[in-house]
C-alpha cells in the first residue's frame, strides 16, 4: 500500500497562484502514473491532470490547461500541481492520487482550496 498526503491548499484572490503537493509514503511511487482530481459538494469527482511514470507524458481538462502545470519529482516520491489565475470555479477539495495497472489505485485525504472573487 502508498499512503498519499497533500499540502498547499488554502485560500487565494481571484488571480492569484497555488501549488499543491503529494508526498508518496513509499519509494515505487515511480512505478505509478498519477494525477490530481477534485470535488465540489453536490458534485461528481472530476479529472483535474494527469502525469505518466516518468513525467514525460502529462494531460489536463480543457478547464485548467494553460493555467495548471503537474509535475513530479520521483527522487523525492513527490507530485506538484502549479495553479495559476486561478478563478472562483476552480475552489474544491483537490485530491492525489496514484494508480498502477487495474489493481492499485490510492487516494490522499483531500485538501481545500478556495478562490475568492
Known amino acids: 500500500q502508498i499512503q498519499l498526503v497533500e499540502s498547499g491548499g488554502g485560500l487565494v484572490q481571484t488571480g492569484g497562484s497555488l501549488r499543491l503537493s503529494c508526498a508518496a509514503s513509499?519509494?515505487?511511487?515511480?512505478?505509478?502514473?498519477a494525477g490530481w482530481f477534485r470535488q465540489t459538494p453536490g458534485k461528481e469527482r472530476e479529472f483535474v491532470a494527469n502525469?505518466?511514470?516518468?513525467?514525460?507524458?502529462?494531460d489536463y481538462a480543457d478547464s485548467v490547461k494553460g493555467r495548471f502545470t503537474i509535475s513530479r519529482d520521483n527522487t523525492k516520491s513527490m507530485m506538484y500541481l502549479q495553479m495559476n489565475a486561478l478563478k472562483p470555479d476552480d475552489t474544491a477539495v483537490y485530491y492525489c492520487n496514484v494508480v498502477r495497472g487495474v489493481i492499485y489505485d490510492y487516494w490522499g485525504q483531500g485538501i481545500q482550496v478556495t478562490v475568492s472573487s
Open positions: 502525469i505518466d511514470r516518468s513525467g514525460a507524458r502529462t
Open positions: 513509499r519509494r515505487t511511487f515511480s512505478l505509478y502514473a
